[in-house]
């Protein structure tokens, strides 16, 4: 099984470097599904040149992102291979991540004696599978070969949560600050990460130990078996916390001090603040693409602008809250929620953030194995991802169409993935119901 998996891993990295070093015809770099004013790294080239004149990267509307990605990527404009390399890396991390899980998982199951019970339903290996999905994702490919800056961030993402799973607070930190810094909405991933380094990885909840423990202690139950269930049942833990939060302070500072030396003669903090969170959170980019705030706002009257522009920004800090009330006994999967959302909600989306949280999606491909309407998910991301091309043509390039045909594709991108990360979610809840009752019986 195991070389199986690294020859699909093997021919997934192969298939990337063959359209990086030939596919230079498909022009992915411009397509709106592809590139953002946030990601493009044709803007960054831009700003690069701007920097090396200098002036400042922010000067007039195409450079929005990061001075430290000038600096790394600046000089490395020309080549795609280092997003290769991203990507690989990202999956390797998305497989320790499922395989820490998938441990964690089989203790509570055998605390709980519920192994061959849950096993013999469903027992595949969650991070090699995820790690797959990310690797052979469509979106994930384009991507890569679209030479965006997407790769970089969900590598970010994936640093971040591989370090909560692990109990490493000094990579959990660092991953959490450069995802923040490069795209600020990763910042509501605060609330799962603090889960992961207090309780642990994903568990099923605490009631259902509880009342595993009362119907042993009717009946005659070893020490050793009571140890285990209490080393699985963990409490609330501050020292990883703590830690977690001095070394946030730590990597905040060295991002901030770096930052301000590489704009030291081309500008400041204060400007990058205003062009890249700035830009963010106000949406003065109007460009076409595949989410839904970009005709919302070329439509809204100007009076009513800031309003809304209060309500789609508050929308995502709404849900974090109830969701981490009823989600905390599964802190990684309180993880593929938020970045999910973020990836619906977001003012600039790409098609780089959903394969990041489909490939987080993997991680849970036993307990969400009953998941409902796979069928209809499936072909509707096929369906979308072909009609999105098609119509943006019409639209643009034939003018035998309107910006309604290719908002259409991204009103139902957005239904799709609603409908994903509600079933989802309902399908996580009904397997820690079936545990609970497996266990009451």
Known sequence: MAIRYWQMAAAAVGFRLVLVLFGGDLHLASRPEVSTPLTSLRRLAEGYWLK????????????????????????????????????????????????????????????????????????????????????????????????????????????????????????????????????????????????LLSYGPDAPPPKVFLIKGSSASKSDESDNDKTTRQRVVQQFSWKPVLHFIFWLFIWSCHVLLLSSVILKKVGGLHEMFEKMYGFILTVKDLSPNIGVLWYFFAEVFNFFRNFFLIVFNMNIIFVVLPLAIRLKHRPCFLAFVYTAIVAILKSYPSAGDSALYLGLLGLFVNELAEMQFTFFLFFGYIGVSLLSPVMHNLWIWRGTGNANFYFATGLAYTCLQTVLLVESVSSMIKHDRKLRLLVTS
């Open 52 to 195: 090396q004149a200098s002036v400042s990267p922010y000067s007039g509307s195409m450079y929005h992102g990061s001075p430290l990605l000038l600096s790394v990527l600046g000089p490395l404009t020309n080549s795609s291979l280092i997003f290769v390399a991203v990507d690989f890396l990202a999956a390797m991390l998305i497989r320790a991540t499922g395989h820490k899980l998938q441990m964690a998982r089989n203790r509570s199951l055998k605390s709980l004696d519920l192994t061959k019970a849950v096993n013999d339903t469903v027992n595949v290996s969650a991070g090699d599978v995820a790690s797959l999905i990310y690797l052979w994702n469509p979106w994930a490919i384009v991507t890569c070969v679209g030479s965006c800056t997407s790769p970089i961030e969900n590598l970010m993402v994936v640093i971040m949560i591989y370090g909560a799973c692990s109990r490493l607070a000094p990579l959990a930190a660092f991953g959490y600050v450069m995802a923040t810094h490069l795209s600020l909405y990763p910042a509501i991933l605060i609330v799962p990460v603090i889960l």
